[in-house]
């Protein structure tokens, strides 16, 4: 991808999950690397949720595999759209080798590869992945672990490379950990052992580019009402449209998650012709439109399935997303409002809302919302950070400092958390509890740009020159621009 089309992308990124994540990331600056003794210690716990997944032909003939990982104890079970498509059943091997089918497809998403089927397996067999509420970064350290070559458990270790955007899906991570036929579906863990992302595609052209979904992309999953066999899903989809849209679209998809967005543009167009009633053409022209920067194609691309049915969830969503990528965040209430019209208990819809009010100024709808999730999910850990946030901002720190308190108690080791408690004990005037924050941050994140910053803020406020310089020696090796703004502030122009 040239320059101008890389800088397009940085600049539509559909799902944001949380304010100030973009600053984080983790590497070992500023500690001690772990030992592969300590790096791996994760492994074992997480194992037992990763499987291998086995489809079939209609002859009952073997005609794929490849991986796929719990994520509830009721048998719900991801892996990529590609992995099942065409198949007429399907079975996945646990890491003690038994057997169990696939009993029914509950959710898919075809341009972001992703496909959410339930198992038929006992509770007490399954060990489900648990969401990491942190956003990866450049030079992140990642494993994956899957079944490459049929190889079941396999694990491989490398850093995410690039972060790229799947305008209508979210962001594509691309990964140096080596990914073989048969990895496909399989998670991508952090160094906490928390997912981050799906496994989907290797390219060879050139060099070995892996990619995968990131983990936010299973909110777009919209549960059918009905499940379906495997065999029915398959029946049903080849009587939806032409086979020859259903190929185009495999391929557009494709190419999209690699950013190629001319080139994918020609088949969703194609696809588009042989099949216009299906909304995932659709989603996917206005991928490729916003990835070329065509603004009104692209919104004229999204509405096309809410004109179609003007109940489909996905494509309200999809809609606010892509204004809330291009800074039209007043546009992006009323989609997100009809989303959760449709569908009242859907809480990414919710949180959205709550985070594009905090963006037009209406405070006051945005405690709300965030207040109203917390009622119904009160271990929320987005939402109690980004509303703790707010507190801050309205001057109700001691209740901001709660909120973050009680998602510390749920994961201690989020390092935005930490950083938000440092902001909110400056905003107090407690500059030795916000130091012992961001140093908490900086531990759990070393090369979280905010809070070396803001550390090297608060030693200066306290006189402390010599430490606010390690902050600003630190910085240098990680964003030169927030290292000058360190470097003005301590050096001042007379």
């Excluded at 559909?14 to 790096?39: K, M």
């Excluded at 509420?133 to 079941?152: H, K, T």
């Excluded at 603004?295 to 309200?316: G, K, L, S, V, W």
């Excluded at 929320?380 to 980004?386: E, F, R, V």
Aim: net charge negative; hydrophobic share 40%; aromatic share 8%.
């Amino acid at each position: 991808m040239d320059n101008a089309k890389d800088t397009r992308c940085i600049h539509m990124l559909l799902l944001v999950a949380l304010l100030l994540i973009g600053n984080a990331c983790s590497s070992g600056v500023g500690r001690s690397q772990p030992s592969p003794a300590d790096r791996y210690a994760f492994l074992p716990s997480i194992q037992n949720s990763v499987v291998t997944v086995i489809t079939y032909d209609v002859d009952n003939r073997v005609s794929a595999i490849g991986s796929g990982f719990f994520i509830s104890t009721s048998g719900l079970l991801v892996t990529n759209h590609h992995v099942l498509n065409g198949a007429y059943n399907a079975n996945i091997r646990t890491m003690d080798g038994s057997i169990y089918p696939v009993t029914g497809v509950v959710s898919e998403n075809q341009l972001m590869d992703l496909i959410k089927v339930r198992v038929d397996i006992p509770p007490n067999k399954i060990s489900s992945v648990s969401r990491s509420n942190q956003a990866p970064a450049v030079a992140d350290r990642v494993f994956v672990v899957g079944s490459p070559m049929g190889l079941a458990q396999t694990v491989s270790e490398g850093i995410v490379s690039a972060i790229r955007d799947l305008p209508a899906g979210g962001n594509v991570l691309q990964l140096t950990a080596p990914i073989s036929q048969g990895s496909s579906g399989g998670p991508v863990f952090d160094r906490n052992g928390k997912v981050i992302g799906v496994v989907t595609y290797q390219t060879t052209k050139g060099q070995n580019l892996n990619f995968a979904i990131a983990i936010e992309a299973l909110d777009l999953l919209a549960d059918e009402p009905d499940e379906q066999s495997i065999a029915e899903w398959t029946i049903r989809n080849s009587n939806q449209g032409p086979a020859l849209a259903a190929s185009l679209c495999r391929s557009g998809s494709r190419l999209s998650i690699q950013g190629e967005y001319e080139e994918a543009l020609t088949y969703f167009q194609r696809a588009a012709e042989a099949a216009p009633e299906d909304p995932e053409v659709w989603y996917g022209l206005g991928s490729c439109y916003a990835g070329l920067d065509q603004r009104d194609d692209a919104i004229a691309a999204y509405r096309r399935p809410i004109d179609q049915n003007p109940e489909n969830t996905t494509a309200h969503f999809v809609l606010a997303m892509y204004y809330k990528a291009t800074g039209q965040f007043d546009l992006a209430a009323s989609p997100l409002q009809e989303v959760i019209r449709i569908d009242p208990a859907n809480i990414r819809a919710r949180f959205e809302l709550g985070l594009v009010y905090g963006h037009i100024n209406l405070v006051d709808e945005q405690i709300d919302i965030f207040e109203t999730i917390l009622t119904d999910h009160p271990d929320h850990i987005p939402t109690l950070i980004n509303l703790g946030v707010v507190w801050g901002k309205v001057d109700r720190f001691e209740e901001a400092i709660d909120l973050f308190s009680h998602a510390k108690e749920l994961e201690p080791g989020n390092a935005i958390i930490d950083y938000s408690m440092g902001v909110t004990f400056n905003q107090m005037k407690r500059p030795n509890d916000a130091i012992r924050a961001y140093t908490l941050a900086i531990r759990n994140n070393p090369r979280m740009v905010a809070a070396h910053f803001n550390l090297g803020m608060t030693y200066l406020d306290q006189g402390r020159r010599k430490m606010a310089l390690d902050q600003y020696e630190i910085l240098k090796g990680l964003d030169t621009d927030a290292a000058g703004r360190l470097f003005d502030r301590i050096y001042p122009e007379s």
